[in-house]
C-alpha cells in the first residue's frame, strides 16, 4: 500500500519559517492535500493540490511538491499555528484499491 | 454555509454495535462524496472510507470492510457509519468529511464524534 512519511515533530520560533514534509514514493505525481488540526478540533484544509490556498487560509501558508516530497511552508510562524498537520493524497494504484492515504502527522511546536 | 453535524458520543460494551450519524446543509448533498475518517486517542487520521451522497456506492478501507457500512439517506441529507463487533481498538473520535469528487480535497469537516468501546 502507499505510504506517506512525516517527521513526527518540527520546532520553530515565532516569526521564522517552518517546512513540514511528506514523503512518497513518486509523490510529485499525485495531487497533496494538507491539513491543519488543533488540539481537540477538527481538520481544517489548508492547502490543496500542492499549492492551492482555500479561501479564508493565511497567505503564509504554502505548498510545493517535486519528486518524492511534498513541503508545507509557513512563513512568519505565529503561536497560533501550533497544531498538527497531515497529509493527504489519493491513490489509484491496483494494489491500493481506491484509496485516500494520511501521513503519520507532524506537529508543530512554536517556541 | 456549508456545515455538517455529527450526531453525540457514544460508550459501547465490546461486541456492540454502534451507528454515527452526520447531517449535511448548506449544500447540494447529493452532488458531492462523503467519507469518514478514524482518529484514535493520540493517534493519526486514518481514511475509512466514501459513499457518493446521491447514489449510495461505497468503497472502503481494506482494513475496515468487513467492519463497517455507509449509508445515505438523500431525504434528510445524512450520512451514517455502521460500526460492527466494536473492540476497544475502535475507541477513536470518528469524523465526516465533504469532498469534491473520490479524488478530491476534504474541504469541511463534522465536528467528530467520539466512541468509546469498553468491556
Known amino acids: 500500500s502507499y505510504v506517506l512519511t512525516q517527521a513526527p515533530s518540527v520546532s520553530v520560533a515565532p516569526g521564522q519559517t517552518a517546512r513540514i514534509t511528506c514523503g512518497g514514493d513518486n509523490i510529485g505525481s499525485k495531487g497533496v492535500h494538507w491539513y491543519q488540526q488543533r488540539p481537540g478540533l477538527a481538520p481544517v484544509l489548508v492547502v490543496n493540490?500542492?499549492?492551492e490556498r482555500p479561501s479564508g487560509i493565511s497567505e503564509r501558508f504554502s505548498g510545493s511538491n517535486s519528486g518524492n516530497t511534498a513541503t508545507l511552508t509557513i512563513t512568519r510562524v505565529e503561536g497560533g499555528d501550533e497544531a498538527d498537520y497531515y497529509c493527504?493524497?489519493?491513490?489509484?494504484?491496483?494494489?491500493?484499491?481506491?484509496?485516500?492515504?494520511f501521513g503519520g502527522g507532524t506537529k508543530l511546536t512554536v517556541l | 454555509q456549508v456545515h455538517l453535524e455529527q450526531s453525540g458520543a457514544e460508550v459501547k460494551k465490546t461486541g456492540a454495535s454502534a451507528e454515527v450519524s452526520c447531517k449535511a446543509a448548506g449544500f447540494t448533498f447529493s452532488a458531492y462524496f462523503m467519507h469518514w475518517v478514524r482518529q484514535a486517542p493520540g493517534q493519526g487520521l486514518e481514511w475509512m472510507g466514501v459513499i457518493n451522497a446521491r447514489t449510495g456506492r461505497t468503497t472502503y478501507a481494506q482494513k475496515f470492510q468487513d467492519s463497517i457500512t455507509m449509508t445515505t439517506d438523500t431525504s434528510t441529507k445524512t450520512i451514517y457509519l455502521q460500526l460492527r463487533t466494536l473492540k476497544s481498538a475502535d475507541t477513536a473520535m470518528y469524523y465526516c468529511a465533504r469532498s469534491t469528487g473520490t479524488a478530491g480535497r476534504f474541504d469541511y469537516w463534522g465536528q467528530g464524534t467520539l466512541v468509546t468501546v469498553s468491556s
Open positions: 493527504q493524497v489519493w491513490s489509484d494504484k491496483s494494489s491500493d484499491h481506491m484509496i485516500w492515504v
Open positions: 493540490d500542492d499549492y
